[in-house]
């Protein structure tokens, strides 16, 4: 998750750099007071807003997928390991213990 966090982030810094290319390019064009800086700027600060925001989940995504197993710290893939290996201990030791009964009972 960190990595699309950074991704992101990076996303956003290009997203401000072609903004205020636009901007400076619609100044010489059309001199300060043109109108189309102000929509320019509104919209770049509403996508990297937006942008933020999805980087601000992703990361608590991240933070609230982990959970404390005897002290340490699993998160979700670990824990899915962690059900398959006890399910399949389970069910080994399931078949040894009916294997033995049946062997024993004939």
Do not use: F
């Not at 950074?6 to 001199?31: H, P, T």
């Not at 992703?58 to 962690?82: F, H, N, S, Y």
């Amino acid at each position: 998750m960190k990595l699309h966090s950074a991704a992101l982030a990076q996303y956003r810094l290009r997203i401000e750099q072609l903004y205020q290319s636009k901007i400076d390019a619609d100044r010489e064009e059309n001199g300060h007071n043109s109108p189309n800086i102000k929509l320019l700027t509104t919209r770049s600060k509403e996508i990297q807003r937006a942008l933020k925001l999805v980087s601000s989940d992703l990361e608590a995504e991240a933070e609230t997928q982990q959970l404390r197993i005897l002290g340490i710290k699993v998160d979700t893939t670990m824990l899915e390991g962690l059900v398959g290996l006890v399910s399949a201990i389970g069910v080994t030791l399931w078949q040894a213990y009916s294997s033995t009964n049946s062997s024993s009972s004939s």
